[in-house]
């Protein structure tokens, strides 16, 4: 594979519990190309999701590295990282996280305000990725006022508005049930298709993960490729 969006190398993480150490990751190697949608599967405590946050420069590995659109991530310092990650990757996560105090459209926005876009053209960017998510008429709405799956589409959306080359999802429909979990799955996978962006998730539902490009299974410390479409 050349000129992945996302490789992670030979990535070993290890934690400290009282007196013993845990081996999490044990030379962890996984490749994804842009418009490739991958599904993490495995036990819960099998590393999945710190895979994930160091797949999303949120924590470091002890050996390896991540690179990300060519850029590895070997030697940059935690501003440089911020940069990286605010530039290249999206995240949407189980718990929607949403602010409480906000509407729906100054959620989407605030990413896009962070990296310094003008206020008028965040909120036009937000407010036509609502519309294309299905919530043109939720814009004014606070988080409290919208469904289980309005409130995730919003938090999809809000990953998006920066334009991501790697959108990366912690269990995005484990606290759905099935008819909304369907629509945010076929969401994602119409984004990876549709836009190029590359999408790892984290996953305990095999149904949705074998429909992905590839599934690969967390065992051992490492990666293992089950299913490569």
Do not use: W
Not at 95 to 113: D, K
């Amino acid at each position: 594979m050349s000129n992945p969006v996302l490789y992670l190398h030979q990535v070993s993480k290890a934690f400290t519990q009282g007196d013993a150490t845990v081996e999490v990751l044990r030379s962890a190697t996984l490749e994804l190309e842009a418009g490739k949608a991958a599904a993490i599967v495995g036990p819960s405590g099998s590393g999945k999701s710190t895979l994930l946050q160091i797949a999303g420069l949120l924590e470091h590995a002890d050996s390896g590295h991540v690179v990300i659109r060519g850029q590895s991530s070997l030697g940059l310092s935690d501003v440089a990282l911020t940069q990286l990650r605010n530039r290249s990757i999206g995240f949407v996560y189980q718990f929607h996280h949403l602010l409480p105090e906000f509407s729906a459209l100054e959620n989407v926005m605030l990413p896009a305000l962070v990296a310094g876009v003008k206020p008028a053209k965040a909120s036009s960017d937000a407010r036509l990725l609502l519309e294309q998510l299905g919530l043109s008429h939720r814009c004014d709405h606070r988080p409290a006022e919208l469904s289980g799956g309005e409130q995730q589409r919003v938090a999809i959306a809000r990953a998006l508005i920066n334009h991501p080359a790697l959108l990366l999802a912690d269990e995005p429909t484990g606290n759905l049930d099935d008819e909304h979990a369907r629509g945010v799955f076929e969401m994602l996978m119409k984004v990876a298709q549709e836009c190029g962006t590359a999408i790892l998730m984290v996953t305990h539902n095999l149904q949705l993960a074998q429909q992905m490009h590839a599934v690969y299974r967390m065992q051992a410390g490492g990666v293992v490729l089950q299913t490569h479409g």
